[in-house]
């Protein structure tokens, strides 16, 4: 739930990035970190396991400037995408604002795509959200492993696995390389506020 | 999105700084249960990253609430972490929002928790208007 300071001018939204495990969602957050460190007062908060994968999640805040007065506070989250962490997923959906789903183009990972797409759903269900009203951009993230040769899932594949029935935009993107990154993040920060626009007004 | 209006939030500064600050409590933040800052006094030496520091505090008491119904409890009556120099105090003032303070060793966990539930019962009037 965004919140708006009348006092301090300034209005906080939560954006979290979903998806299956090791899918690149806390790769895209290095990336707008190191990007935009200049913006980015602060470091970036991660709570991982020994192994280096998300525990619980990372935190980024970035400052986008003002709109009508109002200074513009995005927060920055990601979920832990392994299986076994989804009572933790639903914690940090709470007062969930926007929503990116990286989904993983490698066709090994083409259940473990839609399951998460699937459970998703019902995580937001539990805080009384409908995923077909909630501002939600997709990601295809790993395109830069197609020069390595490893069989990747096809562009029409994907759309038609996640987003035949929710036809939101979607990117074909590299986390790690940056492409595609900042276009998913710009879209869906300007979905976010339009869904917002008469509050703000 | 919600907003709460600027009388309501200098009131409720008010009420941090008079009840909590006065006694000793050295930085005292209202956040939401999605981890956004609602309003913040500190007695001018913290210097942390409020911003990490509420996502973070949504984070660890919304785990610890779910920790409790697994259980079956319906909540923890006590949300304290104890430091050498510091030592942070969670409340729940309603379903969403929470109360935290942190204080040193020159305050008694016994007298900020007579103290916070005043507030809570002061910034939950505040709160419903």
Same mark, same amino acid.
């Given at each position: 739930?965004?919140? @708006? ?11 979290? +990035? +979903? ?27 991660? /709570? ?18 003002? /709109? ?16 076994? +962490? ?27 795509? /839609? ?18 009203? @909630? ?53 869906? /920060? ?12 | ?43 001018? !030496? ?25 259980? $079956? ?9 104890? $430091?050498?120099?510091?030592?942070? !105090? ?13 204080? $040193? ?25």
């Amino acid at each position: 739930m965004g919140f @708006i300071n009348v006092k301090k001018k300034e209005v906080q939204i939560k954006i979290v +990035y +979903y998806g299956p495990g090791r899918g690149g969602k806390t790769t895209n957050l290095d990336y707008i970190n190191k990007k935009y460190k200049q913006r980015i007062k602060t470091e970036m908060v991660s /709570i991982k396991t020994h192994g280096d994968r998300t525990l619980f999640f990372d935190f980024l805040p970035v400052d986008i400037g003002k /709109i009508h007065g109002f200074d513009i506070k995005i927060q920055l989250y990601t979920v832990p995408g392994q299986v076994k +962490y989804n009572a933790t997923r639903k914690l940090v959906l709470k007062g969930v604002d926007g929503l990116v789903f990286v989904a993983d183009l490698q066709k090994e990972r083409q259940e473990s795509n /839609i399951k998460s797409l699937e459970q998703m759903k019902e995580n937001l269900l539990t805080h009384n959200k409908d995923i077909s009203k @909630i501002p939600l951009v997709l990601q295809y993230n790993k395109i830069d492993l197609k020069k390595e040769g490893i069989p990747l899932l096809s562009v029409e594949e994907m759309e038609q696995d996640l987003n035949q029935e929710l036809k939101v935009p979607s990117f074909v993107g590299s986390a790690i390389t940056g492409e595609n990154v900042v276009e998913t993040l710009k879209k869906i /920060i300007s979905m976010t506020l339009i869904s917002f626009r008469k509050e703000l007004q | 999105m919600y907003d709460v209006s600027q009388e309501q939030l200098e009131d409720i500064d008010a009420i941090l700084k008079g009840d909590l600050l006065s006694i000793g409590v050295h930085c005292t933040i209202i956040i939401d249960v999605a981890g956004n800052t609602i309003a913040q006094i500190d007695d001018g !030496h913290c210097t942390f990253d409020v911003a990490a520091f509420a996502a973070l505090a949504a984070g660890n008491f919304a785990a610890v609430d779910a920790m409790a119904k697994l259980v $079956g409890e319906e909540q923890f009556s006590l949300h304290f972490h104890r $430091g050498e120099s510091e030592s942070i !105090h969670f409340s729940k003032v309603n379903e969403d929002i929470l109360l935290i303070c942190i204080f $040193g060793q020159d305050v008694s966990l016994g007298f900020l928790r007579l103290k916070t539930a005043e507030v809570i019962d002061k910034i939950k009037s505040i709160w419903d208007k």
